[in-house]
């Protein structure tokens, strides 16, 4: 297979029988939509959505020192987590620049699922056996292991009862259990990127063809329509949820992206990027970084990554992910702005779309947040 020719998920075939608009992603082919992307994305949000992400990176570490590894590798507290449940967390470089944001699932007391984004799953992979170097655990390459299909939405939890006995009342957010789901065993996770309840469920891609039909079918009197990439990225957007390559990048260290909560100082031992963490922690704390905030159009025009952000003819921001929001009806960006001009209602606020000085109010992010 030539290098250019893109990975196909275990459900390719069942996308174009589905009639999907394909798009190469992260070297992956994966549905862009499968008809209108504001049917899909309002599907998601009122009703249920079902998503292919088998392009994500699984990478598994086991073994007697898999906790003390992840811990020296990420800059999270993973030796904390409890089995059964999950971490967001990240991967930095010395330097304290993000490598990628992640979540972590500690399947056992010594086996860990590392989910990496589709477009650094080989970094990270690279960099976590690199790291692990000295310490008794083995890092395993899982990404054919697994497919990764979504179920996303209010209608999510009572789709999937009707398939399995798993305890999904149960099942905290952030949580991950084993179980069988329409005869498929499969790993559930209340986990999601949509801004909705939901699940992910890791299955064997042999498996892949009949849960979705299985999972199509039972959602099919709650409204469940299958979603591509596209609307995934407005309902994040919307949730106010970091994508890497736009909210984050090498570039940033967690505290310039608003995000040094993940960063766990008071952890044992020593983690790659501590001392450069702990400079970045003191430089954020006297001199604020630009802080990400959100940004809704007073008019039509749409922002795109890269557009500056304007105030009293400075350039005093950046738009990093753009689009019009559906729920809200707008158009909405998030952006990384100066202090002086992320608090939420700052007059005079706009966004160079192509010359012009569109006015764009400030918010506090989420755009979006669901009733629970």
């Keep these: 297979m030539s290098s250019t020719e893109p990975r196909r998920t275990a459900l390719d075939a069942l996308h174009r029988s589905l009639g999907a608009t394909m798009t190469d992603f992260a070297g992956w082919d994966m549905p862009l939509r499968y008809g209108s992307e504001r049917d899909e994305h309002n599907a998601v949000r009122t009703k249920a959505g079902l998503f292919d ?27 904390s987590v ?89 099942l905290k957010y952030y949580a991950g259990l084993p179980g069988t789901v329409a005869g498929v065993p499969a790993l559930i996770a209340r986990t999601g990127y949509t801004g909705e309840d939901g699940f992910e469920l890791f299955v064997a891609p042999s498996d892949a063809e009949a849960l979705w039909q299985a999972l199509t079918k039972a959602g099919e009197p709650a409204g469940l329509v299958p979603c591509g990439l596209s609307c995934r990225d407005t309902l994040r957007l919307e949730a106010g949820m ?9 570039e940033l260290t967690p505290f310039d992206a608003g995000l040094g909560r993940v960063v766990k100082f008071e952890k044992e031992g020593d983690f790659v990027g501590r001392e450069a963490l702990t400079e970045a922690a003191t430089r ?19 922002p795109r990554a890269g557009y500056a952000v304007v105030a009293g003819g400075e350039v005093i921001g950046e738009v990093t992910s753009g689009a ?26 706009g966004v160079d779309i192509r010359g012009s000085h569109e006015p764009y109010e400030v918010v506090a992010l989420p755009f979006y947040k669901r009733q629970k």
Excluded at 53 to 64: A, D, K, N, R, Y
Excluded at 243 to 250: F, M, T, V
């Design 284 to 302: 954020a704390a006297e001199n604020p970084p630009r802080v990400l905030v959100g940004l809704i159009a007073e008019g039509r025009r749409v």
């Design 324 to 349: 019009p929001s559906p729920t809200l009806g707008r158009p909405i960006a998030m952006a990384y702005v100066d202090p002086a001009h992320a608090t939420p209602g700052t007059a005079g606020v």
């Design 53 to 79: 992400l088998s392009h994500m990176g699984e990478i598994t570490v086991t073994g007697p020192q898999a906790a003390e590894l992840l811990n020296f590798a990420l800059v999270g507290n993973i030796a």
């Design 242 to 250: 970091p994508l890497y390559g736009h909210e984050l990048s090498r």
């Design 82 to 170: 409890g089995v059964g449940r999950a971490r967001y967390t990240m991967i930095c470089q010395a330097d304290g620049g993000i490598l990628d944001d992640l979540i972590v699932y500690r399947l056992g007391e010594t086996e860990y699922l590392v989910v990496a984004n589709a477009s650094n799953a080989q970094v990270v992979l690279d960099a976590l056996t690199g790291r692990a170097a000295g310490f008794d655990a083995e890092v395993r390459d899982d990404r054919d292991a697994y497919a990764l299909i979504a179920v996303q939405g209010p209608q999510a939890p009572g789709i999937l009862a009707s398939l399995t006995d798993a305890d999904l009342d149960g």
